[in-house]
């Protein structure tokens, strides 16, 4: 989709890290902006900071892993523009327990992870695309994934991320099929400095609350430390954002900014395959 200016997009997770990063480059565009995030004060806070800017921004507080709110959003954005463009369907979570091993994870780690991550892109797929082709105006669909979707590792949020990235890649491919003016993307990041690792400050009760880390192995909590570290060394929001806007603008389909560690296990998963290997180890274990 060539031109930004003036056209409508909808970003999930909006109010922090990378959707924060993607709804401030997309304003930058002259784009009209629709936020959505289940964080209501952060919320308000990023949409007055849009309209003191002078950038229009609607903000619509939803849990993407609810259906019903997802396609109220939608409902929302096609009410108070009466089109989308570009939808980022880029809400995530993790939390720093999802670490251990696949056979140490609580079953509610499950559900959460793969509720917001994976059937979450889903309900945006299913609330906008059919209204985005009926539209039949020129736009795109930029899922967040990770690099996590591209290599492998235990427990919800690889699987859920190689989810996003298998759905997008069908979604491109149907799209292209359908000879829709819509195209796809799916935004595969490596480390980012953003607030990830407090996503379980938006985790409901029901899906088992926030983890105690006290009460982790020793090991674990070594290791969330170890990962705290790294995130915070980690590219800035911002350069993803320009990234997925350069992609959107020349109809890239696989964005991956991700560090030159991370792209070596991709090489080493991928090899592992062709060549009928088992899986290598990750460096370290
Ligand atoms: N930070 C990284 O290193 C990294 C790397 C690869 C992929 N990602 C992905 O990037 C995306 C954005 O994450 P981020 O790193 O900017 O983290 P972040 O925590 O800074 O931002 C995520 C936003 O999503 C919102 N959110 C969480 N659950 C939600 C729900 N159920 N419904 C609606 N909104 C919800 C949060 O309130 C928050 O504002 C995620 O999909 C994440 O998996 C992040």
Same mark, same amino acid.
């Given at each position: 989709m060539q031109q930004l200016q003036g056209r409508v997009a909808v970003i999930t997770g909006a109010a922090s890290g990378i959707g924060l990063a993607l709804a401030q480059r997309f304003g930058r565009e002259g784009m009209r902006l629709v936020l959505a995030d289940i964080e209501a004060a952060a919320l308000a806070r990023v949409q007055a900071q849009f309209q003191a800017q002078g950038v229009p921004a609607l903000a619509v507080q939803v849990d993407v892993m609810d259906e019903a709110q997802v396609a109220a959003l939608a409902d929302a954005a096609y009410r108070h523009y009466g089109a989308v463009h570009l939808l980022c369907n880029n809400a995530g979570v993790t939390a720093p327990a999802l670490r251990a091993p696949t056979w140490e994870t609580r079953t509610a780690d499950w559900q959460w992870v793969l509720g917001v991550n994976l059937m979450g892109v889903v309900h945006g797929v299913r609330a906008f695309v059919p209204r985005m082709l009926a539209g039949g105006e020129p736009g795109h669909i930029v899922n967040t994934a990770s690099v996590a979707g591209l290599i492998s590792g235990p427990g919800p949020y690889f699987a859920s991320k190689h989810g996003v990235v298998c759905l997008s890649e069908g979604l491109y491919k149907d799209l292209r099929a359908a000879g829709a003016k819509l195209s796809a993307s799916v935004l595969c990041p490596g /480390?980012?400095?953003?607030a990830i690792l407090d996503a379980?400050?938006?985790?409901a009760a029901a899906f088992g609350?926030? %983890?105690? /880390?006290? %009460?982790?192995?020793e090991a674990s909590q070594r290791a969330a430390a170890g990962f705290r570290e790294s995130l915070q060394s980690g590219y800035e929001p911002a350069q993803v954002a320009d990234a997925v806007a350069d992609a959107v603008r020349d109809d890239r389909f696989y964005i991956v900014p991700a560090q030159a560690p991370l792209v070596e296990m991709l090489r080493l998963r991928m090899q592992d395959i062709l060549e009928g290997r088992n899986p290598s180890l990750p460096p370290g274990r």
């Open positions: /480390l980012i400095r953003t379980e400050r938006n985790r609350g926030a %983890t105690d /880390l006290s %009460t982790l192995p």
